[in-house]
């Protein structure tokens, strides 16, 4: 069966101000979808990861025929990275991070402001487009990091837990040029119950 698109959680402007109504539905609706659409043609081609997990088949780009292994990569990853992107996102304003997560992010980065910073010093580093992401690396630590166009931090033995967008459709309606500004006030809608649940999820593995 072909992969779908997931439904929406919230209402298109129910993360305003941080990010506006227009900007979520054409990022949804328009790339996102996209995304998803050039996926299930490439993979009419090798119909079998159809019946695979995006997790397994990112994991392991090797096993994906070399004719649409490119395509697979960018469309696969932009279909995952969106998934948890807008997964990643709350119309509940200002929660932070609790439990066995904020524990690990005092551990690793010396408290959540300086976790912050050092995120929006990643993602705002990236040249061109691509994402910020706070992920699990092979010793079971937390990492901070960036990946160009669609390359998903399952592709590199990193396991994803929150991602922010910083490719320009997902911000350039309302904040034009301003990349920071975007990343200072999109953890208003960070949804860290989500992330410290892929956490926990990760840790029972």
Known sequence: MAFELPPLRYAYGALEPEIDAQTVEIHYSKHHATYL???????????????MKLEDILSDLSKVPEEIRTAVRNNAGGVYNH???????????GTKPSGNLAAQIDK???GFDNFKAEFEKAALGRFGSGYGFLSVNNPGRLLIHSTANQDCPLSEGNYPLLVVDVWEHAYYLHYQNRRAEYLTNIWNVIDWKEVEKRFDSYKNK
């Open 108 to 110: 690793a980065f010396g």
């Open 83 to 93: 998934n948890l992107y807008f997964a990643n996102l709350t119309p509940d304003k």
């Open 37 to 51: 659409k050039n996926l299930n043609t490439a993979l009419e081609k090798a119909p079998q990861f159809f019946d």
